[in-house]
């Protein structure tokens, strides 16, 4: 901005002398947006849906399930909707009283603590929002932020607007020849992650299960983790929407259960992901109140509220399933029970045409390798991108099959050194999964 | 506390707000709240029934497009370009955002920083403070003031003084925040007094951030006019909507911001940083009840206008019932409603609020009125009180038999 403003309004004043009828179309000749938009517009979900509707793809790009909400939740909201005038005005701006009640008892067993409905919690408009209120509310200009790569790709923009600096540490595989056949494969190193950690760290964000890879972190790289937090005084950004989908019996620990971490650790969850019903967009984070207070006064500035019936749905939800938790008919199994069997569907496909995928332990992905293809991008416009970029976008284009590049997941620093795999959403109807694998059965991609 | 971190500077101070304070309070159900702007009158029923049917279909239970449900921007840009005059695209001039407050803090976020001023008429709905100081700017205050000597008052004669409003604009102006209808006091701001405002932001090159979610409750005999629609205006403005206000389901938090693409693409990337995409079935329905009434705009049957009607009348009744009370409504001429009561002297009711020193007045006021009458009001700038009365007749029946008893008792 080197320019004074008033010289800058002088010359938008002779312009409008000059061109009456340019009047009305006259932009502001100053800076309009402010500073924390910029650089962070891009969004390879924007970017990518599009191209899949395009092109009609069969979809496994994007994280949603294309099958319904389990019946008990739908009618929950059907109830919440033709239920009193209440449900359709505002409610409690923290979070909706049924709501936070049922997630404080139902989450207090789990982690062996009790926890306060109305300190302890709040509701948000997607684990989304709940991660941009942490961010917001705790971190400030010049915080350095360390993230885990591959990362949901929100983390970096939400870091960057609230004026922090993110600072990367990847999971590597850990086999020497670097064979990777599930995502426990993939670790962190305790020295390369101390080293990340200077006087102006503020805080770790870890996801698990992890999204893209599906990585279900054990207690013991867990304990790491916390060792680090609390020797150098972090908090620590917990990300666990994915936490109820596991498979081949890995666990899901709350980093937070660990001692000395409830006090700093933010523990974001999604209804979306819980009871298959992304588009409800109700999300929640727990932590200590002495946190939760932070994020209430951002989100009071904010949003304010979320919406009623839909976190009265998602109350009934958690109702039921608390009194039927760790029985049969808990959705809690039943999800990942139903979900285990289409990763293997998948998983099958991809490996009968010679492509090798990193089974995940969790979550909805499955992390392809595609270093052994040779494709042909002749056609295509694609410039500087990536390769696994151009790949998702041939894909779509000559075989009609939507998929997400991973290098999307992984920061400027080190894209290039991940940008041979592509992420597979299996949360579909076995339909769409049989379709993906018509099309890879036909397209049988040689390999090296 | 285990750790040494705390908040960020962008939140400092603002963590006290007046709507959790006097909710909570409110939440009691032997209080009849004339408090919080929220109907307790249902939402027209095929709005509610267009979201039963909508969580019935598979794909709106799931991620819709980021910036706004297909459906509900195209609904947004046929009304819209009905009511503006003008072709609105709905793909660059539309962000569909969590409510009006969620529109107001996009913009804040998107437009303005540290180093800017926005100015702020007075009385305000109270958001707009916080969220400037939170994008890091300076809130310039400006008030409007009572034409004098007027013994029935209505929010017409509240006005803004021309030279007054000049003298905040500044170098660092970067906008300025217009709320018509206003809430509190329900001012429609005529075509000259948005003249005024307009020339002079065209004159210094500032924005104007414009809060219509009151937009369709005019009262006979006033117009609502879009400052966005007056030469020179469209490329610089925000005009906020909200779908809870107009179709009385505050409980769905869905708003829209429209304005220009060079704007509107800056809020949509603080959209899509924030919380990328709101409610699916709820934007549906929402664009249902859209087409609906679009289909039936001018017609008396129209929701946009038969809501006003309805209003009018409690309005009028609120009116009256506050005068027999001992006090003076300023009668509003569209939206908020809401009657923004001036308060009578302490003496007057004998009431003991030497227990609540550190509070304003208003506060005290309404603090005792509650616990002791139970009755529920909003405190609003030190000498008012705000009572909303899109209620059922019920409540405010109930609010007629305090207000008559409490005169009796003094």
């Not at chain 1, 080197?2 to 004043?13: A, K």
């Not at chain 1, 009283?97 to 404080?104: C, D, G, R, Y």
């Not at chain 1, 209120?133 to 971190?139: E, G, K, R, T």
Request: charged fraction near 20%.
């Amino acid at each position: 901005m080197g320019i004074p403003r008033n010289i800058l309004q002088l010359w938008s004043v002779v312009r409008r002398w000059r061109s009456p009828a340019a009047y009305d179309n006259t932009i502001m000749s100053r800076q309009i947006h402010a500073r924390r938009v910029e650089g962070v517009d891009k969004n390879v979900w924007v970017e990518f849906t599009q191209l899949a509707a395009d092109y009609k793809a069969v979809n496994l790009g994007q994280g949603f399930p294309d099958f319904s909400p389990p019946q008990f939740v739908q009618e929950a909201f059907c109830a919440a909707v033709m239920g009193g005038p209440s449900m359709h005005q505002y409610t409690r701006a923290f979070g909706h009283p049924h709501l936070v009640k049922s997630l404080a008892t139902f989450f207090s067993r789990i982690v062996g603590l009790e926890i306060n409905p109305f300190e302890d919690i709040l509701i948000t408009v997607g684990a989304y929002q709940a991660l941009f209120c942490a961010f917001q509310a705790l971190v400030d200009k010049g915080d350095e932020v360390i993230i885990v790569e591959p990362f949901f790709d929100c983390y970096q923009p939400m870091v960057h607007m609230a004026g922090g600096k993110p600072v990367y540490v990847p999971l590597r595989p850990r086999n020497k020849d670097g064979l990777v056949f599930s995502s426990e494969d993939w670790v962190l190193s305790a020295e390369e992650l101390a080293s990340k950690i200077t006087p102006r760290t503020k805080a770790i964000v870890i996801n698990t299960p992890n999204n893209p890879l599906g990585k279900v972190y054990k207690t013991e790289e867990l304990q790491v983790i916390a060792d680090l937090c609390i020797k150098n005084d972090l908090l620590c950004i917990s990300d666990e929407v994915y936490e109820w989908l596991t498979y081949d019996g890995a666990k899901h620990v709350k980093i937070a259960s660990l001692p000395g971490m409830w006090e700093r650790t933010i523990t974001v969850g999604s209804a979306g992901k819980t009871f298959s019903a992304t588009g409800w967009k109700v999300g929640w984070a727990i932590s200590s109140s002495h946190i939760i207070k932070h994020m209430q006064t951002l989100h009071q500035n904010s949003v304010y509220h979320c919406a009623t019936a839909a976190q009265e749905a998602v109350a009934c939800g958690f109702d039921r399933e608390y009194d039927v938790f760790g029985t049969e008919e808990s959705y809690f199994q039943q999800l990942p029970a139903m979900l285990h069997h289409k990763r293997k569907k998948l998983a099958t496909y991809l490996e009968s045409v010679g492509l090798k995928p990193i089974m995940p332990e969790g979550g909805y992905f499955m992390v392809v390798d595609i270093s052994t293809l040779s494709v042909d991008f002749k056609d295509q416009d694609t410039k500087d991108e990536e390769y696994d970029f151009k790949f998702v976008k041939w894909l779509i284009r000559e075989k009609g099959l939507a998929t997400i590049p991973v290098s999307a997941f992984y920061s400027p620093e080190h894209q290039q050194d991940f940008n041979k795999y592509i992420r597979f959403c299996f949360v579909k109807e076995d339909m769409t999964l049989d379709a993906a694998g018509d099309i890879l059965r036909k397209w049988s991609p040689e390999s090296k | 506390m285990a750790t040494r971190h705390t908040h960020t500077k962008r939140i400092e101070g603002l963590d006290k707000n007046v709507w959790v304070a006097f909710s909570s309070v409110a939440a009691d159900p032997s209080i009849v709240n004339l408090g919080q702007g929220l109907p307790d009158l249902p939402p027209p029923p095929y709005v509610k029934d267009a979201l039963a049917k909508a969580a019935t279909v598979d794909r709106l239970n799931q991620y819709t497009r980021g910036f706004g449900h297909p459906p509900l921007v195209k609904a947004l840009s046929q009304v819209y370009g009905k009511v503006y005059g003008r072709t609105i695209d709905p793909f660059t001039d539309i962000l569909v955002t969590v409510g009006g407050y969620g529109s107001l803090f996009c913009t804040m976020q998107a437009l303005v920083e540290e180093g800017d001023e926005v100015i702020i008429i007075e009385p305000f709905f109270d958001c707009y403070e916080p969220m400037v100081r939170m994008a890091g700017a300076k809130p310039v205050m400006i008030p409007l003031r009572l034409k004098p000597g007027k013994k029935t008052v209505t929010s017409a004669d509240w006005y803004l003084d021309p030279e007054e409003l000049s003298s905040k604009f500044t170098s660092k102006t970067k906008a300025i925040i217009v709320n018509t209808p206003n809430n509190p006091i329900g001012k429609v701001f005529t075509r000259d007094e948005l003249q005024m405002i307009a020339d002079l932001c065209i004159k210094h090159d500032t924005l104007c951030f414009s809060d219509e979610v009151y937009e369709w409750l005019i009262y006979k005999g006033h117009q609502h006019i879009k400052i966005a629609t007056l030469p020179g205006m469209w490329e610089r403005t925000i005009t906020v909507g909200s779908a809870g206000k107009t179709f009385s389901v505050t409980g769905w938090k869905l708003g829209w911001s429209i304005g220009p693409q060079h704007l509107v693409k800056h809020l949509q990337t603080v959209m899509q940083i924030s919380l990328y995409t709101c409610p699916t079935p709820l934007q549906e329905a929402v664009a249902q009840g859209l087409m609906r009434d679009c289909a039936l705009m001018g017609q008396p049957d129209c929701y946009f206008s038969s809501l006003a009607e309805e209003l009018r009348d409690k309005r009028d009744r609120m009116a009256s019932i506050v005068r027999a009370a001992g006090m003076t409504p300023v009668i509003p001429e569209g939206g908020t409603s809401c009657s923004w009561t001036s308060l009578p002297s302490v003496s007057l009711f004998n009431m003991d609020l030497s227990h609540m020193e550190n509070d304003a007045y208003d506060y005290k006021f309404v603090k005792w009125m509650i616990k002791e009458k139970k009755l529920a009001a909003i405190p609003d700038f030190e000498k008012y009180i705000r009572f909303c009365f899109i209620k059922q007749d019920s409540t405010i029946d109930a609010a007629e038999v305090i207000l008559k008893n409490w005169s009796k008792t003094q």
